[in-house]
């Protein structure tokens, strides 16, 4: 059974940080890619970042510099670093595994139940 539990999320002030976990079971964890998305209500969701299993990196660019997406494949484990926080970045961030592809497009793969980001003015 293939599950993703996302945790780390809450409330912050702007310019705070948040480090998001993605914890992974179920899949070849070191052989998946990852990738962070984010939906606010009534909007699409979007690409956050995302880590292949050879660590290539690719980040939304309203996020470049300011997030750092990496993994532990010992624990199966992939993280995302949140600095520089803006009320914009307030959302729901869900965690999906899949190949490289379906997971920079936000495609199939399997996906966590999302945790809430707020950042406060």
């Known amino acids: 059974q293939v599950q993703l539990v996302e945790s780390g999320g809450g409330l912050v002030q702007v310019g705070g940080s948040l480090r998001l976990s993605c914890t992974a079971s179920?899949?070849?964890?070191?052989?998946?890619?990852i990738g962070w998305h984010r939906r606010v209500p009534g909007n699409q969701r979007d690409l956050v970042a995302a880590?292949?299993?050879?660590?290539?990196?690719e980040y939304g660019d309203s996020v470049k510099g300011r997030f750092t997406i990496s993994r532990d494949n010992a624990k199966n484990t992939a993280y995302l670093q949140m600095n520089s926080l803006k009320p914009e970045d307030t959302a729901v961030y869900y965690c999906?595994?899949?190949?490289?592809?379906?997971?920079?497009?936000?495609?199939?793969?399997?996906w966590g139940q999302g945790t809430q980001v707020t950042v406060s003015s």
């Open positions: 999906q595994s899949g190949d490289w592809f379906s997971v920079v497009r936000g495609e199939r793969g399997s």
């Open positions: 179920g899949i070849p964890f070191s052989a998946s890619a």
């Open positions: 880590v292949s299993a050879g660590e290539r990196t």
